[in-house]
């Protein structure tokens, strides 16, 4: 039965502890451990992140700080090359400072020796009149009763007194005598008396009247190069062993043919015996050779003679002279420089040397200065073979000897001496390897510094080989010797690449591409505006590389470039300085030339298409000349050229001009010079520069023995230049657009500034120039 609970009630039971309780969710079974591990999981993760963060954090910091020290170091870089640079200007204004003192101190000593030579002149002139005096008075008391002499041949001094005597005399004359003495015909008087010779009578005046001989050459060119032929004997002893009694014989032959003078040419042949060869030329040998040698010779008449009034133009002609003298031969090097020739085995074994030691092993087994004798003992050393050491001494030898003296050296290097204690066993193979040493040295020598050897050198040079090598046993190495010697190294090609890949000439020779000709090549009035830039940056190429791969290592010694008695043997590379010189001085005139602003334009954009032109040929020297041509102060200030300029030219000109920047020492350009393959023609002035420092900055020598870490250095430098010259351009000349590189206009510095003030004055706008 059920009971009915009222609505009270049921509420009382619900709220009360033991009545109905509302039923709870079910939760999922979780411990008290595992709320806690979660926790502990939560919280190590939470402390991950933080550390994570900490660390790029702190990474960041570093990457900052390292960014900061790199600045710094960069910084601090720039500020030491900064420092580098102004101590290097300072030390060539220091070198140049003292040049200048050491030639100024050279002009003093010239001067004084001459002062002492014209007194001492003085002094045997005053001494031969007081003697011609004393003879006079001599004759006088001896033949006081003859005729006085004719003071015509008398010295100028005692001319008058002789003459006043002489009018003495004729007051006390019988007017009779003197009216008999008419009378007589002096013809018959002059058949009767013998004959005079009068051989000397012109040197006896020439020698008691200098005045009359300087004014007799100043007027008559051929009596004053015979007196400086007299004085000087001028020429190589090379030219004056060719210019053979046969060969004079030949010139003047072909003289007389000249003249038509046949007769007197066949007496000439029969007499001598000297059969005549007929000459290609029509005009005259003896003619020409005669103009050239008096064209010379009055060169250094002109450079004595006239004095100028600035210390500077006296100095620049006392240069030239000094450049003159050396080319004809007149100049030997200073005795200080020569080597003191001491017998190769008198010299001490451990003496005269000095080694350098190496960072890496601390062995001493480079040579730092040596004599030239264990310089040459170490070339032919019967055990140490060094092939580096050996190019670099041939390549630099002629800077401290000659090639007359290394010969010799070698020659007493062969002639092995045999000690007393040594036995036969020992002495025969080390003196066998000796003597073979010395033979891969001349061959070596032949093979890469055949034009070391001129006709005397050359002479001796077979002496050597036939009379001591073949006869010493080495017959077969005496016959190759020989055979290299009389017909000259064979030239084999190669060509650097950039990596070690060397390929031979026929493999990368290719057809030359077609010429870039204009329509109007034929014309008389062609310029070089007609032709394309391309084919102007070809032919300028071709005609610089034929110099640039004929410069040889004696042109870069001594600084032959710059110095007066060594010029003489650096003429490629003068000739490659000068035509740089010509093409920057033509690029400067050329654009100067343009009166209007538009044309102006139009020129300057022509040559920086023509420097891109270059540097695709990797032709870097020519590409500095015209650089240097539009960078010229007199075109760098027209304002108004350079903004008319089109971007796409200034661009290029900014980025060609940053690669051939002189900046940190040609850092750009040498980097790509690294990079480039041939062909190439590398910037002169690079190399030049560097010679300059090695020569300036280290002696010739140390403890007076030769300096020859010195040479190593020069000889890297010689090695970079040269390393180019082996692969040449495959292109075609074309003889008009060559021609037109002959006709170059040059105006000077001062004539191009002035044109550049014209066509665009200072302070100007760009609405008031054409």
Known sequence: MTQNISPQKLLQLTTSKRGFRRPKPKSPSVTRKDSLNLKQTQKQEIKANLTENEKNQEQEKIIQEELKRKEEEAKKKEAEDKLLELKRIEFLKKEEERKREIEKQKELNRKKKAEERKKKEEQEKKKKEAETLKKL????????????????????????????????????????????????????????????????????????????????????????????????????????????????????????????FRKTKAILEEESKVKYEPHYLKDSRLQTLLRISLQKIDYIWELTQLKTRTEQENEERATKLAEHFTSLGLEDEDEDEQE???????????????????????????????????????????QEHSLPYLETFLMTYQSFTTPKMLLRKLIQRWHVPKSKNMADEIFRP?????????????????????????????????????????????????????????????????????????????????????????????SPTLSLFDVDEE???????????????????????????????????????LMLINRFNEVSAWVATTIAKADRIRVRVKVLSKFIRLCEHLNELNNFNTLMAVLAGINNSAIYRLKHTWEDLPKRFQDSFAELSKKMASDSSYKNLREALMQVNPPCIPYLGVYLTDITFIEDGNPDKIDNLINFYKRVLVSKVIINLQQYQQMGYNFQPVHQIQILFQKFQKWDDAEIYKKSLLIEPRNTDRSEIL
Request: proline share 5%; with cysteine; glycine share 2%.
């Open 430 to 522: 080390k003196k066998r390897s000796i003597q073979l040493r010395v033979c891969n040295v001349i061959k070596n020598w032949i093979e890469k510094h055949y034009s070391d050897f001129q006709t005397k050198l050359k002479k001796e040079m077979l002496d050597f080989i036939e009379n001591t090598i073949a006869t010493d046993g080495h017959v077969s190495l005496s016959n190759q010797l020989k055979n290299l010697l009389l017909s000259g190294p064979k030239t084999t090609v190669q060509i650097k690449q950039s990596g070690n890949n060397v390929k031979s000439f026929e493999d990368q020779k290719l057809t030359a591409p077609e010429p870039k000709v204009p329509k109007n090549i034929f």
């Open 137 to 260: 008075e001599e004759q006088k008391r001896a033949n006081s009763t003859d005729k006085i002499q004719n003071p015509e041949d008398l010295p100028g001094e005692i001319e008058d007194s002789y003459k006043d005597q002489e009018t003495n005399l004729t007051e006390y004359i019988p007017k009779d005598v003197e009216d008999q003495e008419k009378k007589i015909d002096t013809k018959i008087f002059l058949k009767e008396d013998p004959e005079i010779d009068r051989s000397e009578w012109v040197s006896n005046v020439m020698s008691r009247n200098p005045g009359i001989e300087n004014l007799y050459q100043r007027l008559n060119p051929l009596s004053r190069a015979q007196n400086f032929c007299y004085l000087f004997n001028p020429g190589f002893a090379e030219v004056r062993e060719k210019l053979t009694k046969e060969m004079l014989l030949q010139i003047i032959m072909q003289h007389f043919m000249c003249l038509g």
């Open 340 to 382: 003191d020739d001491i017998y190769f085995w008198k010299e001490p074994p451990d003496s005269n040397i000095i080694y350098q030691e190496d960072k890496d092993t601390g062995e001493q087994k480079k040579i730092k200065a040596a004599s030239l004798n264990k310089l040459v003992e170490r070339l032919t050393h019967e």
């Open 535 to 573: 084919e102007i940056a070809r032919q300028l190429t071709i005609r610089e590389f034929s110099i640039y791969s004929a410069i040889k290592p004696p042109e870069l010694l001594n600084q032959a470039w710059s110095k007066a008695k060594y010029k003489h043997r650096a003429t490629n590379v």
